[in-house]
């Protein structure tokens, strides 16, 4: 036992307290003992499965409880603290007792970029961790993508197959060293190795060569962003036409040079988390196949140690450290290893056989990753950080719901799945799985869930699932054997705003999307919805185009095209117009009788085939996201939308848009402006109808920086209060956190 003994002339107490919240793998046992000595408590502290059992005892507890609360390590997250007087004991000196057992109800806390002072131990040929890849302490490194289940403990960690040197194994016992009870350390002797020398891989990423790099939560793919040649190569190689790639560059400086930054992506690019944050760019200052035709790119710092260490190498091995808080030259691809849209690549010899055709070296190591973790990519919207994807650095931070409720399980949908699992009062939200259209993804799915029950200790009652019979995720939640909550798309999406605000009673919210399964079979997507507890209701909508060629018409604007000329009385142009695709004739013919659609992103592919931005897309919202590139400002077209009996019409606009499809940038800037004028007069309307002010507004199309900011503008404008998606993604990543919250509903009603 170590720590000072109290002063025996002062009245002696002694407590049993209880921390509750992510607890557990940011430093909490070393910070506790360092406070109980500096308050000269005797006791101990440990890790169980409930978060951290503290006792104390001494004449100081209200000031050592106070300085628990304020002083928290900066990963921590205390939920609760809860304090019961028991006996003294006459207990002498205070010291780390080894971790209980049981059902866990604490939480793994989520991945961190690398601390500052680790990175000072990096740079400095005076430490042991000098030019060490795998420097980590209490405060920075892997947690959840190489934690197995709780406690968090080395042993149940991928950590456990590294036995300490006696130089970490002082470390980790010597309870004034930055690493005491540090689960992650590891040294150059007794830690994991990197297969490949980091000169040798910067020197290979200078000469134009692709590189296979193993990180935290899975593979990289890296090149120069800078040089087009390698950039082009590797679309060619991982058959990605265009979509966009992330790009990793050296510090915080850094991002000016190839992103126009203000103070919220700066900060947001900085955070622990380090997510991809998506910036104006800087014309000229990538190669063009990063992002082509778009106006922002997703930028991200540093976050492991070997990222430092090749941007070190790339600047030249500098010995000073100046170059860590100036602006370099280098800029890194840094996209997600998963050719053909599987899964991330996280084991070695799946590298091999998956990216040996991808890249010219594959960089591995030998600490196993246990669940795979793509980049979170955010954006700021409406003056906040947002998600467009959430995983690494966020994952399992819970979401809390606000009261306790039953143990259920949100399966997601098809695209962008996740899944959801709530324990008592809170929601975990999985990483981000992806499309489930392989059997390596609907894998990963399961792999997911089964990983988040291990972590969490729990087993669920009942199970969310999309109203779509034949989604795949359906398809599993019904194999379960237990109670399902089918929950319509839609409602979905709006359920889980109000979940992540804490709404209770209806909810307003319009959903604006690419596609759901409607309660009446059809294809939705444009909703005005009310949602209360287990049950929702449509409310409005937007007025029907026809989807010529059903699905086909999501990937193929042009079809969308002939749809809005259909809706406008100017068939007869669509032959014309798109004379070099053989089916246009054909498929104008039988326009009339092609099932129709109220999906927001439909009309967004209409609006972009008039306008000649693109006939087909190699991606999902390429279109979409072209379109919004192409605005400066915003403005309205007078009369360029209906409104009858809560149907929205755009048909005037798309008029207008057709009668003048040549100027493409104008065209763009009168569709959204319109489209936000439109949206909130039909919002406000309902509102004012119904008695709402507080407004959910869900779905992918929120992803759309221009339509976000000036919607929820507008809707404030109206006296209303719009309610976005912050904890999780407003498009389908964020569904299986609305089927979980409608689906506890069912067992404990609002």
Same mark, same amino acid.
């Given at each position: 036992?170590?720590?000072?003994?109290?002063?025996?002339?002062?009245?002696?107490?002694?407590?049993?307290?209880?921390?509750?919240?992510?607890?557990?793998?940011?430093?909490?046992?070393?910070?506790?003992?360092?406070?109980?000595?500096?308050?000269?408590?005797?006791?101990?502290?440990?890790?169980? %499965?409930?978060?951290?059992?503290?006792?104390?005892?001494?004449? /100081?507890?209200?000031?050592? =409880? $106070? !300085? #628990? @609360? *304020?002083?928290?390590?900066?990963?921590?997250?205390?939920?609760?603290?809860?304090?019961?007087?028991?006996?003294?004991?006459?207990?002498?000196?205070?010291?780390?007792?080894?971790?209980?057992?049981?059902?866990?109800?604490?939480?793994?806390?989520?991945?961190?970029?690398?601390?500052?002072?680790?990175?000072?131990?990096?740079?400095?040929?005076?430490?042991?961790?000098?030019?060490?890849?795998?420097?980590?302490?209490?405060?920075?490194?892997?947690?959840?993508?190489?934690?197995?289940?709780?406690?968090?403990?080395?042993?149940?960690?991928?950590?456990?197959?590294?036995?300490?040197?006696?130089?970490?194994?002082?470390?980790?016992?010597?309870?004034?060293?930055?690493?005491?009870?540090?689960?992650?350390? %590891?040294?150059?002797?007794?830690?994991?190795?990197?297969?490949? /020398?980091?000169?040798?891989? =910067? $020197? !290979? #990423? @200078? *000469?134009?060569?692709?590189?296979?790099?193993?990180?935290?939560?899975?593979?990289?793919?890296?090149?120069?962003?800078?040089?087009?040649?390698?950039?082009?190569?590797?679309?060619?190689?991982?058959?990605?036409?265009?979509?966009?790639?992330?790009?990793?560059?050296?510090?915080?400086?850094?991002?000016?040079?190839?992103?126009?930054?203000?103070?919220?992506?700066?900060?947001?690019?900085?955070?622990?988390?380090?997510?991809?944050?998506?910036?104006?760019?800087?014309?000229?200052?990538?190669?063009?196949?990063?992002?082509?035709?778009?106006?922002?790119?997703?930028?991200?710092?540093?976050?492991?140690?070997?990222?430092?260490?090749?941007?070190?190498?790339?600047?030249?091995?500098?010995?000073?450290?100046?170059?860590?808080?100036?602006?370099?030259?280098?800029?890194?691809? /840094?996209?997600?290893?998963?050719?053909?849209?599987?899964?991330?690549?996280?084991?070695?010899?799946?590298?091999?056989?998956?990216?040996?055709?991808?890249?010219?070296?594959?960089?591995?190591?030998?600490?196993?990753?246990?669940?795979?973790?793509?980049?979170?990519?955010?954006?700021?919207?409406?003056?906040?950080?947002?998600?467009?994807?959430?995983?690494?650095?966020?994952?399992?931070?819970?979401?809390?719901?606000?009261?306790?409720?039953?143990?259920?399980?949100?399966?997601?949908?098809?695209?962008?799945?996740?899944?959801?699992?709530?324990?008592?009062?809170?929601?975990?939200?999985?990483?981000?799985?992806?499309?489930?259209?392989?059997?390596?993804?609907?894998?990963?799915?399961?792999?997911?869930?089964?990983?988040?029950?291990?972590?969490?200790?729990?087993?669920?009652?009942?199970?969310?699932?999309?109203?779509?019979?034949?989604?795949?995720?359906?398809?599993?939640?019904?194999?379960?054997?237990?109670?399902?909550?089918?929950?319509?798309?839609?409602?979905?999406?709006?359920?889980?705003?109000?979940?992540?605000?804490?709404?209770?009673?209806?909810?307003?919210?319009?959903?604006?999307?690419?596609?759901?399964?409607?309660?009446?079979?059809?294809?939705?997507?444009?909703?005005?919805?009310?949602?209360?507890?287990?049950?929702?209701?449509?409310?409005?909508?937007?007025?029907?185009?026809?989807?010529?060629?059903?699905?086909?018409?999501?990937?193929?604007?042009?079809?969308?095209?002939?749809?809005?000329?259909?809706?406008?009385?100017?068939?007869?142009?669509?032959?014309?117009?798109?004379?070099?695709?053989?089916?246009?004739?054909?498929?104008?013919?039988?326009?009339?009788?092609?099932?129709?659609?109220?999906?927001?992103?439909?009309?967004?592919?209409?609006?972009?085939?008039?306008?000649?931005?693109?006939?087909?897309?190699?991606?999902?919202?390429?279109?979409?996201?072209?379109?919004?590139?192409?605005?400066?400002?915003?403005?309205?077209?007078?009369?360029?939308?209906?409104?009858?009996?809560?149907?929205?019409?755009?048909?005037?606009?798309?008029?207008?848009?057709?009668?003048?499809?040549?100027?493409?940038?104008?065209?763009?800037?009168?569709?959204?402006?319109?489209?936000?004028?439109?949206?909130?007069?039909?919002?406000?309307?309902?509102?004012?109808?119904?008695?709402?002010?507080?407004?959910?507004?869900?779905?992918?199309?929120?992803?759309?920086?221009?339509?976000?900011?000036?919607?929820?503008?507008?809707?404030?404008?109206?006296?209303?209060?719009?309610?976005?998606?912050?904890?999780?993604?407003?498009?389908?990543?964020?569904?299986?956190?609305?089927?979980?919250?409608?689906?506890?509903?069912?067992?404990?009603?609002?």
């Amino acid at each position: 036992m170590l720590g000072s003994p109290h002063d025996p002339m002062e009245p002696v107490s002694r407590e049993a307290i209880r921390l509750r919240g992510i607890v557990q793998g940011v430093g909490m046992r070393p910070f506790v003992f360092a406070l109980a000595e500096r308050f000269k408590l005797a006791g101990f502290v440990r890790n169980d %499965a409930n978060g951290v059992s503290i006792e104390v005892e001494g004449s /100081a507890l209200d000031a050592f =409880a $106070a !300085a #628990l @609360k *304020a002083e928290a390590p900066p990963l921590a997250r205390i939920d609760a603290l809860e304090r019961t007087p028991i006996p003294p004991r006459g207990a002498q000196g205070f010291g780390i007792a080894r971790s209980g057992e049981g059902m866990a109800a604490t939480g793994i806390p989520a991945d961190a970029a690398v601390c500052s002072a680790c990175l000072d131990d990096l740079f400095d040929p005076r430490s042991r961790f000098h030019l060490y890849p795998f420097v980590t302490c209490t405060q920075c490194g892997p947690r959840y993508t190489i934690t197995r289940r709780v406690p968090y403990d080395r042993a149940n960690t991928s950590m456990t197959g590294f036995a300490m040197c006696p130089a970490c194994t002082h470390a980790y016992h010597d309870p004034h060293d930055r690493r005491f009870h540090a689960e992650t350390l %590891a040294c150059p002797d007794c830690g994991p190795k990197l297969s490949h /020398a980091i000169p040798d891989i =910067a $020197a !290979a #990423l @200078k *000469a134009g060569r692709i590189v296979a790099l193993k990180g935290i939560g899975g593979f990289h793919l890296m090149c120069d962003a800078t040089n087009e040649a390698a950039v082009s190569e590797l679309r060619r190689r991982k058959a990605r036409d265009a979509k966009p790639f992330a790009v990793m560059v050296a510090n915080a400086p850094s991002l000016d040079l190839f992103a126009q930054v203000d103070a919220p992506h700066r900060a947001l690019a900085a955070a622990p988390a380090r997510p991809i944050v998506l910036m104006p760019s800087r014309p000229g200052t990538l190669a063009p196949s990063v992002a082509p035709r778009l106006s922002q790119v997703g930028l991200v710092l540093p976050y492991a140690p070997v990222h430092h260490l090749l941007f070190h190498a790339l600047a030249g091995q500098p010995a000073d450290g100046a170059w860590r808080g100036s602006p370099q030259p280098f800029a890194l691809v /840094a996209t997600s290893a998963n050719p053909g849209g599987e899964p991330l690549v996280v084991d070695d010899e799946d590298a091999q056989r998956r990216l040996a055709a991808i890249a010219d070296i594959i960089v591995t190591h030998d600490r196993p990753i246990l669940m795979r973790a793509d980049d979170s990519v955010m954006s700021i919207i409406d003056g906040a950080p947002a998600f467009l994807r959430r995983a690494r650095g966020f994952v399992p931070e819970p979401i809390d719901l606000g009261t306790d409720g039953p143990c259920v399980l949100g399966v997601g949908c098809h695209l962008k799945a996740t899944v959801t699992l709530t324990r008592g009062r809170e929601a975990f939200v999985s990483q981000h799985v992806g499309d489930l259209d392989s059997a390596e993804t609907l894998r990963f799915h399961r792999e997911t869930i089964a990983h988040l029950m291990a972590v969490l200790d729990v087993r669920p009652d009942l199970v969310g699932c999309d109203l779509h019979p034949d989604c795949a995720s359906t398809r599993f939640a019904e194999t379960l054997g237990l109670p399902l909550a089918r929950v319509q798309h839609h409602a979905a999406h709006i359920a889980a705003i109000g979940a992540e605000h804490g709404r209770r009673g209806p909810l307003l919210g319009a959903a604006l999307d690419g596609y759901g399964y409607g309660d009446d079979g059809g294809n939705w997507g444009g909703e005005l919805m009310m949602v209360e507890g287990p049950s929702w209701r449509r409310l409005g909508h937007l007025a029907p185009l026809a989807l010529p060629g059903g699905d086909r018409a999501a990937r193929e604007p042009w079809r969308m095209a002939v749809a809005a000329l259909h809706a406008t009385g100017r068939l007869d142009e669509a032959v014309s117009r798109f004379a070099h695709i053989p089916l246009a004739a054909a498929l104008a013919t039988r326009v009339t009788v092609a099932p129709t659609t109220t999906s927001l992103g439909r009309l967004f592919d209409a609006v972009a085939g008039l306008l000649g931005l693109r006939t087909h897309q190699e991606h999902e919202g390429q279109a979409a996201m072209e379109l919004e590139a192409l605005v400066e400002t915003p403005c309205a077209l007078d009369g360029g939308f209906t409104l009858v009996g809560g149907i929205l019409d755009f048909r005037p606009l798309l008029a207008v848009l057709a009668e003048n499809s040549r100027d493409a940038r104008a065209g763009a800037e009168l569709f959204h402006g319109t489209l936000i004028e439109g949206l909130a007069a039909w919002i406000a309307e309902a509102a004012a109808r119904h008695g709402h002010t507080a407004i959910a507004l869900g779905g992918g199309c929120l992803v759309n920086r221009v339509l976000a900011d000036g919607l929820a503008s507008a809707l404030r404008a109206r006296g209303l209060k719009p309610l976005l998606a912050r904890a999780v993604p407003c498009n389908d990543g964020g569904l299986s956190l609305g089927q979980a919250a409608v689906a506890r509903a069912v067992v404990a009603p609002v």
